[in-house]
């Protein structure tokens, strides 16, 4: 661990212990000294010479343990507490000294008094040791070329505490996301206990959102929106999703920006296709009202999810794979809408998606990665949702939220 940048005499030891010929000439110089002493000191100084580097390699090793007890890393946080309440004080009582010399307005002080007395406040320089400067020719020069020196590097310590500072809150909200992503994923079983875990999963998204400078995070704010649509929250997840697409702007470029407002879209229509379905009483849903849904995705639809990324084409991986879904979802809102050949487009371009993907993992089937064979496995799994959905059956679990979910499974979907 290092030394403190003032901590002279901490640098001076850590130079002895780490340099054996710096270790060896303290020694002889130590003896060299000590030649001519008489009676105690004498032989102190003798004794340094015959066993000088054993003796400064002990205090060397007891050197190193201090060093370590002060320095470890689990009290840094405290020393820095120390040293900072040690610095304000110091600061005061500067600050104190200057109060000696104000001249405060008062019946015979007029304004177009000096606010500081001349030699009062040389007299506090004085105190403050500020006149070091040699190539000043008066003494408030010195004083003014110290202090503009102070200033700089004050401010060269600020931005480095800002960058750490900046990099403990980024640290937080990573805290609070992983924790958030942990209770998520443990919350597969039944209810009670996978509500209060989504729930529990939710509130820790929200606090990566309340850590400053990060309100506007859109990983946060998503997974806030997915968590909400989870619970059953449909209104407060559509919201969450529109918030979404007003903080892409602060996504790093022009691409990453345009496909996340694009992704939030086709979450808002998703969840406008299950706010106009209806539960009938057998249990299946019946969607019916398709044109909020529709015009957030169709790729003759100004500004929409597909024609936003169309822009962007081709894509490869998991954006390829995503752009399946989205066309797949088009398609059942097409048929909702009653628009059988916009459906069977839809659907051929879905298809088509999921074949590339496909095809761009299987080249590569020796050297797969555990993502890869995630990928392929998904792909193949779109392309029998898109074989389904030809035949008018197509998945709509994906749609509900948990809270939503009867509790016997429906046995159909019916489009109105």
Known sequence: MQCGAEDTLCQFMALIVDNELAAGTVATLLGHLGAHAQGII????????????????????????????????????????????????????????????????????????????????????????????????????????????AKAKVERRLEAAQAASASMRQELATTHLLRGAIAAASAAGPPPDSVERNS??????RDALQVPGHQASVLAKEFEAHQLRKLGDLPGAAQAFSDLEQLASSVGDYRSQRLMIARAKRYRAEILQVIASLRLVDGSLQFHNCAGAYNLLAPNVADSA????????????????????????????????????????????????FQGVLAATEKRIFRQSCGSKRLSKLAKDGLERVSRARQGVYETDWLVGQSQKPKQPAASVTNA
């Open 306 to 353: 597909l024609a936003i990324r169309l822009r962007f084409a081709p894509f490869q991986g998991w954006e390829l794979l995503e752009h399946g879904d989205i066309h797949y979802l088009t398609a059942f809102v097409s048929r909702n809408c009653g628009s059988i050949l916009k459906e069977k487009d839809r659907l051929n371009d879905a298809q088509s998606a």
């Open 200 to 205: 529990r999963a939710l509130g820790y998204f």
């Open 42 to 149: 004498g032989n102190l100084f003798a004794l340094l010479k015959e066993h000088g580097e054993k003796l400064i390699g002990i205090a060397g090793f007891v050197f190193g343990v201090f060093r370590w007890w002060k320095y470890r890393e689990h009290i840094l946080h405290k020393r820095l507490q120390e040293y900072l309440k040690d610095n304000d004080r110091r600061l005061r009582d500067g600050q104190n000294y200057v109060l000696e010399a104000l001249q405060r307005p008062t019946p015979g002080k007029p304004f177009k008094t000096p606010l500081f007395a001349g030699r009062e406040l040389q007299w506090v320089l004085t105190r403050r040791n500020w006149d070091r400067t040699v190539v000043a020719a008066t003494f408030a020069g010195s004083a003014d070329r110290q202090l503009e020196k």
